[in-house]
């Protein structure tokens, strides 16, 4: 085949991927943009973490060692700078996540890629195939990042040079790959001189100089300057502008787009060797179809708002400050005014006898659910277990939300809670019509945000890509969109969970890190926390350094791969670390060698105040230990997993309750369940609280092929009744407060006495003496099973009563029960509460 041909097959083939993205930019005028970098990740940003496109195609680059944000011209920007140095780990997890030399394969003379060598700057790739590649980098020859003579185009920028240097510094440089095999690429690069560019085009065997102004190349001048290349195609001319200002026009010259590559890649501030670094900070990398720029002009702004849009005005909700955190326990008295208070521990207790807080499993509803297009052998029940969400709509609609084929989202909704339908959305995928957003997702939680503007009330925080933690937003939760700039920067390992909280007007975030290790050397899943003022990308980290890393590890037990951020390899995100403070995970002394907690399914509690609930799903492995534990994993797999319950009054300090689980495992109706996963979100029904789990019949990591069947149950718990403080039966238990003053005219309690139990309930004052008439002795008896029972005293009578009522003295109408407590209002006093066989889960003083 000669040349000639050769050549015309090739333009015929890059015209068939770019002829698409030239009509539609060409008729979306708005969409004309092929690529914008910001660099506005956060400073001290780790190797191998993702910078975005923040255009509408999204072409990840990763940083790499060479790569620093620092200071730019809006925000952040992109400096080259001598290689970050790595204190690499020993040699037993250095192959695993490319730190090792690879060896150079037949017919190749570069190395391959590895952490040691991984000096570039920014990066994207299609090549590199020995290492984990999994953030969605695009063909770049596929692409209009191909520069060449078949469409007009834009690069512009903006440039500090900072430093003298006797060499070229790239800009960009685009290869067929496979990277430094060949010279075949495009590049534009400074030239030393520091008065001029040159555009390299291998294929058209041009390099064309471009004179440019060297006050603005100069790195003694200390500015900003914005550079523009424009291409036109039809006249073979290309104009560079300086500040808006037309420079001395180059030859004129007929680029050559690159063949497409299969190993092709793009690499900004270095070449494809790591050589000729650019010797200044960059900003605002942006790439376009078309003559941006025709004529002199203003140099433009920023460009965030045009990409990302103005961050819409929150109103934050504020709540009561929080009560009992660990520094106001001493208080005095509690300013309890209206709050509830659920017995979920002893915060508001000062003393008590025979009392023990007990936790109280839900009823599992044996219907099972049903959801229409999926049944319990489909392949998408695995993705349940690590995507459902649960949000009930203003409208009282249970929507059930989880990944399907691909992991895109989709979503189902039911009135009653157990018939769920799959509403067409319009949007196809697979042969399911319920998709709400058609992106490689998963691993988010859905959440309805009380503080965003109507058009940004939904929320989905959710790993995406692989490449970090985004934020999709939504009007009405049928399709989110993307905020364009990443959350944070970590790769999402599992479901996380985001919560308001109106108590401290901060969103607190929960992430999985897999830093820690067992005592077996295995991954110990744990969850670390984070607290923001708002959600607007990026969300702040203090980075951690290896040395820092390396000191914390002579204190716990972490993986010995430091610094962390080497976890996935120098083009993968790594995972969390110990950015953030932990605050889900095993306890050593009594989770013998657990892999951890799975995922915490935090919620705020939104009936009562400074009540924080976790259902954290553990993961007992049996990898390690004593043999008969190990041999486990040979018949049946890595492990079961369990639904525990934690509860805390500042989401910070949790108090768990390993036993009973929570949601156990065993004999659901027909089916053996080994695994079970609960769904972040909860649902109020009259007195119920309504939640969803995904159940497993088989192990984590199973060892054996077998038939897998996998469903969702609902769950039932009382309302408020998760945990309660306990009386035996036997005996009396007695519950005496501290010092509270309260706001309303009665006292309210959640209560369980079943028939043969009892309680009586009485008001001290702050010495702990009985008040007149609403002393124990003068109470009224609770008994029953009561969601809201006043609590009431004898004001009038009672010394008519006897041993029992056939021998009472007097009538009816000479007794008075009343439970106006409004004469003690603002009053400093205390509660006791005396039980008997039975079970108190809240109390509240309201006006009734």
């Known amino acids: 085949m000669s040349g000639m041909i050769k050549k015309c097959i090739t333009c015929f083939l890059l015209l068939l991927v770019i002829f698409p993205l030239l009509v539609y930019s060409q008729t979306n005028k708005e969409e004309n943009t092929i690529a914008v970098w910001l660099f506005d990740e956060q400073q001290g940003l780790y190797p191998s973490k993702v910078l975005n496109d923040v255009g509408p195609r999204t072409y990840p680059l990763v940083l790499g060692r060479a790569g620093y944000i620092v200071e730019g011209k809006f925000g952040n920007a992109l400096e080259i700078r001598e290689p970050l140095e790595i204190v690499f780990p020993d040699e037993d997890v250095r192959e695993k996540f490319g730190v090792d030399e690879y060896e150079i394969p037949e017919g190749r003379t570069v190395e391959p890629m590895n952490w040691q060598n991984a000096e570039f700057g920014a990066f994207m790739t299609k090549g590199e195939s020995h290492l984990r590649t999994q953030i969605g980098f695009p063909h770049a020859t596929r692409t209009g990042l191909n520069l060449g003579s078949v469409f007009d185009w834009t690069v512009e920028f903006w440039y500090k040079p900072t430093r003298e240097t006797n060499d070229d510094g790239v800009v960009f440089e685009i290869g067929h790959g496979p990277r430094g095999e060949n010279d075949k690429v495009t590049r534009l690069y400074t030239n030393a001189n520091n008065q001029s560019f040159t555009f ?113 005005e929150y109103t934050y909700i504020k709540g009561e400050p929080l009560l009992f955190t660990p520094e106001r326990l ?54 349940f277990r690590k995507h459902l969400s649960i949000v009930e709509d203003e409208n009282g609609l249970i929507r059930l939300y989880s990944a399907v084929d691909d992991e895109y989202l989709a979503v189902w909704v039911s009135r009653d809670g157990i018939n769920f339908e799959a509403p067409d959305l319009g949007v196809e995928h697979e042969g399911k019509t319920n998709i709400v957003l058609p992106e490689p997702v998963g691993t988010g939680t859905v959440f309805i945000d009380p503080n965003a503007p109507p058009e940004h009330r939904w929320k ?29 920067p970590f790769r999402a390992a599992t479901q996380m969970d985001v919560i308001y909280d109106d108590q401290r007007q901060q969103y607190i975030g929960y992430w999985r890190s897999g830093f820690a290790r067992t005592p077996g050397g295995y991954t110990q899943r744990e969850f670390v926390m984070s607290k923001h003022p708002s959600l607007k990308p990026p969300l702040l980290f203090t980075p951690v350094s290896g040395e820092e890393q390396r000191r914390v590890a002579q204190e716990r037990r972490l993986s010995h791969e430091i610094p962390w951020f080497l976890d996935n390899g120098p083009l993968t995100p790594g995972k969390f670390g110990i950015e953030f403070p932990t605050v889900f995970g095993p306890d050593d002394d009594i989770d013998y060698r657990s892999a951890g907690v799975y995922n915490p399914k935090s919620v705020k509690y939104p009936w009562a105040p400074d009540t924080y609930l976790a259902f954290p799903v553990f993961y007992f492995h049996y990898y390690e230990g004593y043999p008969g534990r190990q041999v486990l994993s040979f018949t049946r797999g890595g492990g079961p997993t369990e639904t525990q319950f934690s509860a805390s009054r500042d989401g910070i300090n949790w108090k768990r309750y390993p036993r009973p689980a929570y949601v156990g495992i065993g004999r659901y109706d027909d089916l053996e369940v080994i695994q079970n996963y609960i769904a972040p979100g909860l649902v109020k029904r009259g007195d119920e609280i309504w939640q969803y789990v995904f159940v497993d019949n088989d192990y984590h990591t199973a060892a054996h092929e077998r038939t897998r069947k996998r469903r969702i149950y609902r769950l039932i718990q009382r309302f408020d009744g998760f945990v309660s403080a306990d009386a035996p039966y036997e005996k009396y238990g007695t519950i005496i407060t501290r010092p509270l003053r309260f706001e309303g005219n009665r006292l309210v309690l959640n209560i369980d006495t079943d028939a043969h139990g009892y309680a009586l309930v009485g008001l001290l004052d702050e010495a702990g003496n009985p008040i007149p008439g609403f002393a124990v002795e003068e109470s009224v008896l609770i008994n029953g099973d009561h969601i809201a029972i006043e609590a009431e005293w004898i004001k009038r009578g009672i010394e008519r009563f006897r041993e029992n009522i056939r021998d009472f003295d007097g009538t009816v109408d000479d007794v008075e029960v009343s439970g106006d ?13 005396r039980l008997r066989g039975a079970k108190l889960y809240s109390m509240q003083f309201k006006n009734e």
Not at 276 to 303: A, H, I, M, Q
């Open 330 to 383: 001493n208080e005095p008295v509690v300013e309890l005014g209206e709050r509830k208070y659920l017995f979920i521990d002893d915060a508001i207790v000062d003393q008590m006898e025979n009392i023990s807080f007990v936790l109280n499993p839900p009823k599992i509803d044996r219907e099972i659910m049903r959801l229409k297009c999926v049944d319990e052998l489909d392949g998408n029940w695995e993705r």
């Open 200 to 312: 390299f085009n291998q294929p058209s065997g041009i390099a064309l100089t471009i004179s440019s102004n060297a006050d603005a190349l100069n790195p003694l001048s200390d500015k900003w300057s914005h550079f523009a290349f424009v291409y036109s195609s039809d006249e073979e001319q290309l104009y560079h502008y300086v500040n808006g200002v037309l420079q001395d026009l180059p030859a004129k010259a007929k680029f050559i787009a690159l063949d497409p590559g299969i190993e092709d890649y793009f690499v900004v501030g270095t070449d494809g060797m790591w050589q000729r670094p650019l010797p200044g900070k960059l900003d605002e990398l942006r790439f376009s179809f078309g003559k941006v720029y025709e004529n002199e002009f203003t140099p433009p702004g920023s460009f965030s708002e045009k990409y990302l849009g103005v961050w819409p």
């Open 460 to 488: 989905y925080i959710t790993g995406y890509h692989r490449s970090g933690v985004y934020l999709y937003t939504s009007p009405d939760g049928w399709s989110f969109t993307r905020y364009k700039q990443s959350l944070l």
């Open 821 to 833: 407590v409004s004469s003690l209002e603002g009053s400093t006093v205390r509660v006791k509460i």
